[in-house]
């Protein structure tokens, strides 16, 4: 159901409520039977519904102070005088448990007018006591979105210990499934936590208890780590010890070398944690054994729980960077050579799909026409006629720019001699199917060096019969053009005298003007 506001009303179901109060939706049902909760002002098809200003007005009214709950004579239910706390935790640890409280010093809507604040429960245990005030004292000074904000702290008369935080909307334990396969969540999520434990690490804090109980969502995409170590040391230290092993979750992702020597454990054991965090958020299992399919991330996971914290990542930046290059990294790689031949395969059909002409066209306009000359040389000449036709008729702006390229390179690369002839083949056939003239010129540019470079033959052949079948006026003069821009030595090694006089009579009188030139300088 979704809350109607208006000017001077908002309205809202259960639901709406208990997002209004931070509340579950069970205990939204238990409080409306309390003395003193406003009435719902009307009933849909989905069920009642309330004015939400009426229940904020309550919320922070004597109301709901004397609803049922015990009064302000109860130490734990008010604490450091501004502090109205739940009658039931949201939440408990080893030593400590975490209320829901109402600051009674902010507005209702104030970002901080809910709380939670975390109480101790060992006072008698000096030990139990002093890693609570050393939590308070480490945690009161980050300052990192990653972090859990300590946002007051004090001791009650019946020497009970406690800190305020913001009231989180619940911990990655409750969501562990809704990363399964989102691996855009998972890099998310792990770059905020590096981030956090990156910003600890430089402070001199390890938290040694990494865990998803541990890591709260503060708002809808943003998570950060809280409960900085206390219960897990604190119980390894007393008669309680064996209360870790009842949850297997703690054994899971505590590090080997925090149940030998737990005052010795630092980063290398928040890397494990975080490790193992990264396996649950990838199989949405429990991280136990070493046979669960992990993906991509498996050469991540494994080097961040190697049992020897010499041997995994040195930093949890290093460890995001391993996870940013897996989450990159293709599925099935292939070299530029394998693509290239795959692409010409498709490129030899004489009915290639369009698609094809599409990525032989991307490839080109991805990178300068040099870079992609070097993967498209051998790919181009093997185009089919049907190929050439398609490319022509669909891409006729950006085949061209293609063949300008291409051209330029033809003269001068070297290249196999018989892969020579393929290439002269396709010059032919690109000519013939646009019988454009730019393409003509094109064609003879590259044949003349190509031929006289590789001295071939074949290649020298190929270039005659294309300049024999010219009787457009046009194409002529372009023919001529390209003779007249090449090296006249070129022209003379690929025109011979008696071939010159069966050519159209622009190419025939710029081919015999070049030749008088080569004649004189060897004369010379």
Same mark, same amino acid.
């Given at each position: ?22 509340? =579950? ?162 890099? #998310? ?43 897990? #040391? ?139 000359? #070097? ?58 199917? =646009? ?76 081919? #015999? ?9 060897? =004369?010379?």
């Amino acid at each position: 159901m979704s809350i109607i506001s208006s000017q001077d009303i908002r309205l809202g179901g259960v639901s709406e409520i208990a997002q209004e109060l931070g509340l =579950s939706r069970q205990r939204v049902s238990q409080l409306r039977e309390s003395p003193g909760f406003p009435a719902a002002i009307g009933e849909i098809s989905a069920g009642p519904i309330w004015d939400l200003n009426d229940v904020a007005r309550w919320n922070t009214s004597g109301l709901r102070r004397s609803s049922g709950r015990p009064s302000n004579q109860d130490p734990l239910r008010t604490l450091g005088r501004f502090y109205r706390i739940d009658d039931q935790p949201i939440g408990s640890g080893g030593f400590a448990d975490v209320y829901r409280a109402v600051d009674t010093r902010r507005k209702p809507n104030h970002r901080h007018s809910v709380v939670a604040i975390k109480i101790l429960r060992g006072l008698d245990d000096i030990e139990v006591r002093r890693r609570f005030k050393r939590e308070i004292r480490l945690v009161a000074d980050c300052k990192h979105p990653g972090v859990v904000r300590i946002l007051d702290s004090g001791e009650d008369e019946n020497d009970r210990l406690w800190y305020a935080m913001p009231l989180a909307k619940g911990s990655l334990a409750d969501e562990l499934d809704e990363f399964v396969g989102n691996e855009k969540a998972i890099l #998310e999520i792990m770059q905020q936590l590096c981030a956090a434990l990156s910003y600890l690490h430089e402070l001199g804090i390890f938290h040694r208890d990494i865990k998803p109980g541990n890591i709260l969502r503060t708002s809808k995409s943003r998570w950060a780590i809280s409960d900085f170590g206390l219960a897990r #040391e604190a119980e390894r230290k007393t008669t309680a010890l064996t209360s870790t092993h009842r949850g297997v979750g703690t054994f899971v992702y505590a590090a080997p070398e925090t149940w030998k020597d737990a005052k010795s454990a630092g980063a290398p054991a928040d890397i494990f944690g975080l490790g193992r965090v990264l396996q649950h958020l990838v199989t949405g299992e429990l991280p136990v054994g070493d046979n669960q399919d992990l993906a991509l991330f498996r050469t991540v996971v494994t080097k961040a729980t190697r049992l020897d914290p010499t041997k995994r990542y040195d930093s949890a930046d290093e460890m995001l960077v391993a996870i940013g290059a897996a989450v990159k990294a293709p599925e099935n790689w292939r070299s530029e050579e394998e693509t290239a031949d795959e692409l010409a395969n498709r490129l030899q059909l004489e009915s290639p799909d369009d698609s094809s002409i599409a990525e032989l066209i991307s490839q080109f306009e991805a990178s300068t026409p040099t870079e992609a000359m #070097e993967t498209l040389h051998c790919v181009i000449p093997r185009m089919s006629s049907g190929a050439i036709r398609i490319a022509w008729r669909s891409h006729q702006e950006s085949f061209s720019h293609l063949l300008e390229a291409y051209a330029d390179t033809v003269a001068t690369s070297g290249y196999k001699w018989d892969f020579c002839d393929t290439i002269a083949g396709f010059w032919d056939r690109a000519v013939r199917i =646009s019988n454009d003239e730019h393409v003509l010129y094109l064609a003879t540019k590259a044949l003349l060096g190509l031929g006289e470079h590789h001295n071939r033959w074949h290649v020298r052949d190929v270039l005659i019969e294309i300049l024999q079948r010219i009787r457009d006026k046009n194409h002529a003069l372009n023919a001529a053009e390209a003779l007249r821009e090449t090296s006249p030595m070129v022209v003379a090694w690929s025109l011979e005298r008696f071939v010159i006089r069966s050519l159209h009579p622009a190419i025939r009188d710029e081919a #015999e003007r070049i030749l008088k030139k080569t004649t004189k300088r060897v =004369s010379g």
